[in-house]
Structure formats: C-alpha cells, structure tokens
C-alpha cells in the first residue's frame, strides 16, 4: 500500500458570521487513472482485473487488482505497487494532476469471492466448483477446461460444454471437505514418515549389534 499526500491551497476569508461551506469535491476520471496504470502492470507481467478511485474523507483512494496464471504473491504485489505510484507521480509532472489532493493507493490479487467473468478468470480456475448461470439455468459445477470458445463444465457427471454468450458470472465455492481430506493426507504422509525413521532406527541398532559381534 502506497499513500501520498498533496497541501491544498488556503481557503478564502469569509464574512463574520457567514457558516463555511464545504467545497466540493474534486472530481477524478478513473479511465485517466487507468490509461497510466494498466500498462505498468502489464509490462510487469500481469493482467489488470479491476482499477476503482473512490473517496475516503478528504482523500481518494485507488484500488488496484491485479493477477496472472499461477497467482501473484505479496513481493510482487510490492514490486507492482511500487512501480505504479511512481507512474501516477511522473504523469502528473508532464501532464497535469490526475488524482486532485491526497490519494491512498492500494494494489492487491483478486480473492476467491471475486465473479469470474473473463475467459482467463475461469482458465484460472479450472478444478474448482463454482455457480453459474448457463442459458437462464442455475447450475454447480465443476470447471473441466476454458478456452476461446467457451468452457467445459461437471455437473455431478453430467458434461456440461457453455459459450460464453450463454454463460453468466461464476462465483467460486468454498469446499471444506477437501481442505479435511488434504489435511488427512498430509497426517498419513506423517504416519509414513515416523514408521520410516522407526525402520532406520532398528537398522541403526542393527549394524551396532554387528560390530559389537566382530568386536
């Protein structure tokens, strides 16, 4: 998270007894904002999912979300955010004010709650089980493959093949029971573990009793 602040300039005397009166709020057209930022984050190999400029207070706040296959982790999401705020500081040096008064700038990877709307957004997340809507018909299931043309779908069995005209946003499900069944596995891979170093303990005992034999 990048924060930056920018003195105003005074405010005007007033009459005695005359109430202030707030002014209004600057106005920022986010698709200026987002023809610097996109393609920074773009040249650092990323895809830009969402840019919003809203207000908070006296200042505006701009929210980046970024990603690409195989995720993003926080030191890229560092590194990206770094560069973008110096982008914003270097076009309002050659071209005017872009974000007028103080802005907070936050880059983060979308989350798992985020409706999969793009073609890519559900390459991302083949194997999962997700909500969607197909030609009027709600439906669960799970992502098979994305491609150009569309994607494959796993209804309970049932193969399910939806363009992307006949296919509304997919909301992601959280599955609890394959969280249990990793952390099950990863206990057994425990198990194994403990017998094998039990294994090369009694070796170890072993080749003792050999050389006390010899001794």
Sequence with gaps: MTQRGRAGKAAPRRPAGQRPSAPPPP??????????????????????????VSRAGRRHVVRVLVDADGGIDLDAVAVVSRQVSAAL?????????????????????????????????WRRNVGRLVAVTVAGKALTARVVSADDDGVVLDAGGTTVEAAWADLG??????????????????????EHDDEDDDDMDDDVDDDEDLEDEER
């Design 27 to 52: 106005r920022v057209d986010p698709e200026r904002v987002r023809r610097v930022v996109e393609p920074v984050v773009e040249a650092a190999g990323y895809d830009l999912e969402e840019l919003t």
């Design 89 to 121: 500081d270097a076009a309002e040096e050659s071209g005017g004010e872009i974000l007028v008064g103080e802005y907070q700038l936050e880059v983060g990877s979308p989350g798992v709650d985020r409706p999969l709307r793009l073609p890519r957004q």
């Design 169 to 190: 946003p997919g909301r992601v499900q959280i599955e609890f029971n394959r969280v249990d069944e990793a952390d099950l596995g990863d206990a057994g891979d425990d």
